[in-house]
């Protein structure tokens, strides 16, 4: 048992001893500067602490002379030696210095110019008196004479400028009579016996509200149509008399107011003007269709038109 407590001992002391040399930080060294090393004697104590006996009866002595012992005075230290001199450089000799350039002799100042003397003023020499001047003679006053016209100068011949030849203008031409055109649409024009029911406004003109109504169209719904029809006809012009363009158109409609038959003429004027008209009415009726605005249960009534154009009472 003895041991092993001297064992464990031993190793807590290596294990201590261990971890100190690890976890200390080492001593850090000094520089120890150089001491001055005095001597000194010893003394010793007994030397001066042993005291005679005397005699009882021995004479007092004055005084004792104490021993004293000096100390060694100290060495005084020698003085280091001097650094050596380095060599002095001989000093450079003083360059000669350069003979002194003689100043310029000064150029002597000039005399001073003289003062002009003044002139001496001229005496002023008498001043003549003026002789007296005779007076002068009237002159005579000059004729006038009357300018002669200058002579006319010639006149530049202007250049002669060419006229330019007249323009032409072409005749314009006249419509030529198509008596063919006529017999085509005389024979067209016969009156059409199966045309009920519809509108016929034979006694009516273009535009005007007289005349009779068929089936159960209203004189409104009339004047609606017409209106419709007449912003689209454009009357030729020239004829000299306003009946001379006055023709009766027929044509069909479907339901929708589209045009489904014709238009064809009814009765026109057998002469150039009234073939016109006829062309510038059945135009008119092509170029405003649909006429939507019919009633369509009264499509029976409008399924067929017979219209009048007539200038004298539309415009």
Known sequence: MRNVGLIASSVGHVVLLGWGLISLPAAETHDVSELEILPVELVSVSDVTDVVKGEANAEVQDEIKEETV????????????????????????????????????????????????????PKPQPVPEPEPQPEPEPTPEPEVKQAEPAPPQPVAALPKVRPRPPVKTPPKKER???????????????????????????????GSRTGTQAAAMTQSELDALRSQISRCWSPPVGAADASQLRVRIEFGLDRQGNVSSGPEPVEFPANQFGLAAVESAMRAVRRCAPYSNLPLDKYDAWRRVRITFDPSEMF
Do not use: H
């Not at 060599?87 to 100043?103: G, I, L, R, S, V």
């Not at 024979?187 to 016929?200: H, L, M, S």
């Open 70 to 121: 000096k100390a060694p005075e100290p060495e005084e230290p020698k003085p280091d030696p001097k650094p050596p001199v380095p060599d002095a450089k001989p000093e450079p000799k003083p360059q000669e210095a350069a003979p002194a350039t003689e100043p310029e002799p000064t150029p002597p100042e000039p005399e001073p110019a003289p003062e002009p003397k003044p002139e001496p003023e």
């Open 176 to 206: 030529s009579f198509d008596a063919d055109a006529l017999k085509a649409l005389a024979n067209k024009a016969e009156p059409a016996t199966n045309i009920t029911p519809g509108v016929d406004d034979q006694s009516a003109s273009f």
